[in-house]
């Protein structure tokens, strides 16, 4: 969408957009809107969106492992709970000017915006329930600050429901985290797990503070914490259950700065193949996250084409 077309949606200068929101009031839609404000809010919505519509077909792979038909049908409710959080998310920008079926379903697989995290495949049980304990904690804390501090009213009033179903998944992983962990093979098999994917979740909160460009999420409320506090947020949540289960992590609270640390060479090199962080070679420059980022990882093109194979094989088109 170019800042033109922006333009003519979106028909507020700053300064209204700015004297509403000083007036304790929210966005209910594009009359409410500058051109910075559409663009800002279009993309993260598009993040959040494309996440949670990412993490379906991620959870269908690892979900054919359930250990039992129950345990199957946890997941499928969570990957229908994520699809739903999806649809929240695109409708949205269909409001906000989007054409729904060219961003979903005719947009090329590197395109989509979802955390690299769920390019790495989850290959067993185990993965898909650390990825509920992790990656929905993530979720769960990202989408907790947009609930509390977004200016639009809409997105803000749809992530009640959200925020309650997130709980539900990060519970689940917790759950069998603990049931896992009773037993010396299950802790491995965690601890292994969790090797690959806490550090990926790390890195899920985006650039540190210092490096951030895009200022208009805090400036205009579509979000409270920054980055960093994001990501303490994640390991307030995450770093004491681990221990609590005896699962190591490379993160502690350190007392006196009241703060949590990271532990090892952060950002740092990943072995996506072998899904094994290359500690070794110590910390890498940000510039060369971006650079995996941008490329993508091995499951993109899989998962979203899984997404888009409906709408590309049938002459059928969603309702008008
Ligand atoms: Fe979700
Ligand atoms: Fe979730």
């Avoid at 395109?111 to 509920?132: G, H, I, M, R």
């Avoid at 890498?284 to 094989?313: F, H, S």
């Amino acid at each position: 969408m170019s800042y033109i077309e922006a333009h003519e949606l979106a028909p507020w200068t700053e300064a209204e957009v700015q004297a509403h929101l000083a007036a304790g009031k929210l966005v209910e839609g594009l009359r409410h809107m500058s051109p910075k404000y559409l663009e800002g809010m279009r993309r993260i919505l598009t993040v959040s969106a494309d996440t949670e519509l990412v993490s379906a077909p991620s959870y269908l792979l690892a979900a054919q492992h359930a250990p039992a038909l129950n345990n199957f049908g946890s997941a499928m409710s969570i990957i229908q709970d994520e699809l739903a959080h999806a649809h929240i998310g695109y409708r949205l920008l269909g409001d906000l000017g989007v054409d729904m079926d060219e961003l979903i379903y005719e947009r090329p697989a590197k395109q989509f915006k979802y955390p690299y995290a769920f390019d790495v495949p989850l290959n067993s049980w185990v993965e898909l329930v650390c990825a509920n304990a992790l990656y929905d904690q993530a979720g769960f804390v990202l989408l907790s600050d947009v609930y509390q501090s977004s200016t639009f009213g809409p997105w803000k009033r749809a992530l009640a429901k959200v925020d309650k179903e997130e709980t539900f998944h990060l519970r689940h992983g917790r759950t069998w985290l603990k049931k896992l962990t009773k037993d010396p093979d299950g802790t491995a098999e965690v601890q292994r797990a969790v090797d690959w994917m806490f550090i990926l979740t790390l890195e899920w909160f985006g650039l540190p503070d210092e490096l951030k460009k895009h200022s208009e999420q805090l400036d205009y409320g579509f979000k409270g914490k920054t980055n960093d506090e994001l990501r303490q947020a994640w390991m307030t949540a995450v770093v004491p259950f681990m221990d609590e289960i005896g699962i190591e992590v490379p993160a502690h609270y350190d007392a006196e700065a009241g703060s949590y640390v990271i532990d090892c060479p952060f950002p740092a090199r990943f072995d996506e193949e072998k899904r094994e962080w290359l500690l070794d070679g110590g910390p890498i420059g940000w510039d060369d996250v971006l650079a995996r980022w941008r490329a993508r990882g091995p499951m993109n093109q899989t998962y979203v084409r899984t997404l888009q194979r409906g709408y590309q094989t049938t002459s059928l088109r969603r309702a008008a």
